[in-house]
Protein backbone atom coordinates (compact mmCIF):
# COMPACT_ATOMS: atom_id res chain seq x y z
CA UNK A 1 0.00 0.00 0.00
CA UNK A 2 1.23 3.52 -1.03
CA UNK A 3 1.57 6.68 0.80
CA UNK A 4 1.06 9.95 0.20
CA UNK A 5 4.69 11.05 0.83
CA UNK A 6 5.73 8.27 -1.32
CA UNK A 7 3.68 9.83 -4.48
CA UNK A 8 5.22 13.22 -3.85
CA UNK A 9 8.10 11.90 -3.44
CA UNK A 10 7.89 10.02 -7.23
CA UNK A 11 6.54 13.04 -8.14
CA UNK A 12 9.47 15.18 -7.51
CA UNK A 13 11.99 12.52 -8.95
CA UNK A 14 10.29 13.08 -12.10
CA UNK A 15 9.55 17.06 -12.43
CA UNK A 16 13.32 16.75 -11.07
CA UNK A 17 14.58 14.05 -14.54
CA UNK A 18 12.36 16.07 -16.88
CA UNK A 19 14.11 19.36 -15.29
CA UNK A 20 17.30 17.80 -16.24
CA UNK A 21 16.14 16.37 -19.70
CA UNK A 22 14.56 19.50 -20.96
CA UNK A 23 18.13 21.09 -19.76
CA UNK A 24 20.33 18.72 -21.53
CA UNK A 25 18.35 19.57 -24.62
CA UNK A 26 18.68 23.22 -23.94
CA UNK A 27 22.69 23.28 -23.58
CA UNK A 28 22.94 21.12 -26.96
CA UNK A 29 21.30 23.02 -29.04
CA UNK A 30 22.45 26.67 -28.00
CA UNK A 31 25.69 25.29 -28.43
CA UNK A 32 25.12 24.19 -31.85
CA UNK A 33 22.82 27.60 -32.64
CA UNK A 34 25.83 29.53 -31.72
CA UNK A 35 28.22 27.37 -33.42
CA UNK A 36 26.68 27.56 -36.36
CA UNK A 37 26.18 24.11 -36.17
CA UNK A 38 22.59 24.83 -36.52
CA UNK A 39 22.17 27.42 -39.44
CA UNK A 40 19.70 30.28 -39.62
CA UNK A 41 16.40 29.34 -40.79
CA UNK A 42 16.89 25.64 -39.79
CA UNK A 43 14.05 23.32 -39.23
CA UNK A 44 14.34 21.95 -35.28
CA UNK A 45 12.29 18.98 -34.76
CA UNK A 46 10.83 17.82 -31.89
CA UNK A 47 10.02 14.32 -32.30
CA UNK A 48 13.91 13.90 -33.25
CA UNK A 49 15.15 15.74 -30.67
CA UNK A 50 12.99 13.45 -28.02
CA UNK A 51 14.07 9.97 -29.77
CA UNK A 52 18.27 11.72 -30.13
CA UNK A 53 17.75 12.38 -25.78
CA UNK A 54 15.61 9.28 -25.17
CA UNK A 55 13.17 11.56 -23.49
CA UNK A 56 9.71 12.35 -24.18
CA UNK A 57 8.34 16.09 -26.27
CA UNK A 58 7.20 17.81 -23.06
CA UNK A 59 11.23 18.59 -21.66
CA UNK A 60 11.84 19.30 -25.61
CA UNK A 61 9.08 22.25 -25.72
CA UNK A 62 10.00 22.87 -22.68
CA UNK A 63 13.90 23.86 -23.88
CA UNK A 64 12.62 25.45 -27.16
CA UNK A 65 10.54 27.94 -24.96
CA UNK A 66 13.60 28.86 -22.82
CA UNK A 67 15.53 28.87 -26.52
CA UNK A 68 12.97 31.08 -27.77
CA UNK A 69 13.05 33.40 -25.10
CA UNK A 70 16.87 33.70 -25.47
CA UNK A 71 16.66 34.45 -29.13
CA UNK A 72 17.47 31.80 -30.71
CA UNK A 73 14.83 29.46 -31.66
CA UNK A 74 11.32 30.81 -33.42
CA UNK A 75 8.12 28.58 -32.36
CA UNK A 76 5.38 28.90 -34.88
CA UNK A 77 1.87 27.89 -33.82
CA UNK A 78 0.67 24.40 -35.25
CA UNK A 79 3.50 24.63 -37.19
CA UNK A 80 6.99 24.02 -35.63
CA UNK A 81 10.49 25.61 -34.31
CA UNK A 82 13.10 27.03 -36.59
CA UNK A 83 16.05 28.48 -35.54
CA UNK A 84 15.79 32.16 -35.70
CA UNK A 85 16.96 33.99 -38.88
CA UNK A 86 16.99 37.95 -39.64
CA UNK A 87 16.86 39.56 -42.61
CA UNK A 88 19.10 42.47 -43.58
CA UNK A 89 17.03 45.38 -41.82
CA UNK A 90 16.46 43.20 -38.52
CA UNK A 91 20.17 43.04 -38.58
CA UNK A 92 21.10 46.29 -38.97
CA UNK A 93 18.35 46.96 -36.75
CA UNK A 94 19.78 45.71 -33.78
CA UNK A 95 23.21 46.69 -34.43
CA UNK A 96 21.48 50.33 -34.19
CA UNK A 97 20.03 49.78 -30.70
CA UNK A 98 22.88 48.06 -29.23
CA UNK A 99 24.90 50.70 -30.57
CA UNK A 100 22.48 52.73 -27.73
CA UNK A 101 22.43 50.38 -24.63
CA UNK A 102 25.33 48.60 -24.96
CA UNK A 103 27.26 51.66 -24.48
CA UNK A 104 24.90 52.40 -21.34
CA UNK A 105 25.71 49.25 -19.91
CA UNK A 106 28.69 49.82 -20.02
CA UNK A 107 28.87 52.78 -18.33
CA UNK A 108 26.84 51.55 -15.59
CA UNK A 109 29.16 48.89 -15.22
CA UNK A 110 32.48 50.71 -15.10
CA UNK A 111 32.46 51.53 -11.41
CA UNK A 112 31.43 47.87 -10.15
CA UNK A 113 34.18 46.08 -12.15
CA UNK A 114 36.73 44.22 -9.59
CA UNK A 115 40.59 44.43 -10.06
CA UNK A 116 40.17 40.89 -10.88
CA UNK A 117 37.36 41.05 -13.84
CA UNK A 118 39.70 43.90 -15.13
CA UNK A 119 42.45 42.04 -14.92
CA UNK A 120 40.36 38.85 -16.57
CA UNK A 121 39.26 41.41 -19.29
CA UNK A 122 43.07 42.30 -20.46
CA UNK A 123 43.93 38.53 -20.58
CA UNK A 124 40.68 38.10 -22.98
CA UNK A 125 41.94 41.01 -25.30
CA UNK A 126 45.05 39.51 -25.48
CA UNK A 127 43.83 36.00 -26.30
CA UNK A 128 41.35 37.60 -29.00
CA UNK A 129 44.39 38.80 -30.65
CA UNK A 130 45.73 35.97 -30.86
CA UNK A 131 42.65 33.44 -31.63
CA UNK A 132 43.51 30.82 -34.07
CA UNK A 133 40.07 30.78 -35.72
CA UNK A 134 36.81 32.25 -36.31
CA UNK A 135 35.11 30.09 -33.75
CA UNK A 136 37.67 31.06 -31.18
CA UNK A 137 37.68 34.67 -31.68
CA UNK A 138 33.45 34.54 -31.67
CA UNK A 139 34.07 32.63 -28.13
CA UNK A 140 36.36 35.19 -26.00
CA UNK A 141 35.05 38.07 -27.68
CA UNK A 142 31.36 37.15 -26.23
CA UNK A 143 33.35 36.67 -23.48
CA UNK A 144 34.75 40.25 -23.16
CA UNK A 145 31.92 42.08 -23.98
CA UNK A 146 29.24 40.02 -21.73
CA UNK A 147 31.89 40.47 -18.86
CA UNK A 148 32.43 44.03 -19.42
CA UNK A 149 28.37 44.77 -18.78
CA UNK A 150 28.47 42.39 -15.60
CA UNK A 151 29.00 45.49 -13.00
CA UNK A 152 25.88 46.91 -14.32
CA UNK A 153 22.85 46.29 -11.98
CA UNK A 154 20.39 46.65 -14.66
CA UNK A 155 18.77 43.22 -14.83
CA UNK A 156 16.50 43.62 -17.47
CA UNK A 157 19.44 45.83 -19.90
CA UNK A 158 21.41 42.61 -19.44
CA UNK A 159 18.43 40.36 -20.58
CA UNK A 160 18.07 42.25 -23.79
CA UNK A 161 21.65 42.59 -24.51
CA UNK A 162 22.25 38.79 -24.31
CA UNK A 163 19.32 37.91 -26.99
CA UNK A 164 20.89 40.59 -28.90
CA UNK A 165 23.82 39.03 -28.50
CA UNK A 166 22.45 35.70 -29.62
CA UNK A 167 19.78 36.90 -32.63
CA UNK A 168 22.96 37.87 -34.38
CA UNK A 169 25.49 35.05 -33.60
CA UNK A 170 25.63 33.80 -37.16
CA UNK A 171 25.98 37.05 -39.20
CA UNK A 172 28.94 38.01 -36.44
CA UNK A 173 30.38 35.06 -37.82
CA UNK A 174 30.22 35.75 -41.55
CA UNK A 175 31.29 38.93 -40.85
CA UNK A 176 34.43 38.11 -38.78
CA UNK A 177 35.39 35.32 -41.74
CA UNK A 178 35.16 38.06 -44.19
CA UNK A 179 37.07 40.89 -42.45
CA UNK A 180 40.21 41.80 -43.70
CA UNK A 181 43.09 41.78 -41.31
CA UNK A 182 43.49 45.79 -41.00
CA UNK A 183 39.45 45.83 -39.31
CA UNK A 184 40.44 43.17 -36.93
CA UNK A 185 43.40 45.08 -36.08
CA UNK A 186 40.99 47.87 -35.17
CA UNK A 187 38.69 45.80 -33.09
CA UNK A 188 41.62 44.02 -31.31
CA UNK A 189 42.98 47.74 -30.46
CA UNK A 190 39.69 49.15 -29.52
CA UNK A 191 39.27 45.87 -26.94
CA UNK A 192 42.55 47.00 -25.08
CA UNK A 193 41.09 50.92 -25.74
CA UNK A 194 37.52 50.12 -23.08
CA UNK A 195 39.78 47.98 -21.06
CA UNK A 196 42.33 50.64 -20.22
CA UNK A 197 39.19 53.43 -19.76
CA UNK A 198 37.87 50.89 -17.21
CA UNK A 199 40.69 50.88 -15.75
CA UNK A 200 40.92 54.28 -14.75
CA UNK A 201 37.04 53.93 -14.27
CA UNK A 202 36.18 56.12 -16.77
CA UNK A 203 33.08 54.49 -17.98
CA UNK A 204 32.29 57.58 -20.78
CA UNK A 205 35.37 57.09 -22.39
CA UNK A 206 34.85 53.41 -22.39
CA UNK A 207 31.31 53.69 -23.73
CA UNK A 208 32.20 56.25 -26.66
CA UNK A 209 35.00 53.25 -27.91
CA UNK A 210 32.49 50.62 -27.48
CA UNK A 211 29.65 52.74 -29.85
CA UNK A 212 32.24 53.37 -32.69
CA UNK A 213 33.47 49.59 -32.23
CA UNK A 214 29.95 48.30 -32.50
CA UNK A 215 29.10 51.03 -35.64
CA UNK A 216 32.33 49.50 -37.46
CA UNK A 217 30.53 46.08 -37.03
CA UNK A 218 27.15 47.07 -38.61
CA UNK A 219 28.74 49.47 -41.31
CA UNK A 220 30.84 46.89 -42.61
CA UNK A 221 27.75 44.63 -42.60
CA UNK A 222 25.88 46.66 -44.33
CA UNK A 223 28.13 46.36 -47.48
CA UNK A 224 27.90 42.64 -47.65
CA UNK A 225 24.07 41.60 -48.46
CA UNK A 226 25.13 38.04 -49.33
CA UNK A 227 25.64 37.11 -45.22
CA UNK A 228 21.74 37.80 -45.30
CA UNK A 229 21.10 35.03 -47.84
Known amino acids: ?36 RLAPGSRVRQEELAEEFGISRIPVREALRRLE ?28 IRER ?20 LADLARQIEVAADTDEFLQLDRQFHLLSYQGAQMPHLQQMIDKFWNTTQQYRRAFTAKAESSSMQAVYYEHFLIVEALR ?12 GHIRRTRLKLQEHDEVFV
Open 101 to 120: VEPLALAESCANLSEETLER
Open 69 to 96: SEGLVVLVPNSGAWVSKLDRAECIEIYK
Open 200 to 211: RRDGEQAARVLE
Open 1 to 36: MSHPSDHSGSDADESSGAALASGRVTNTLRADILSG
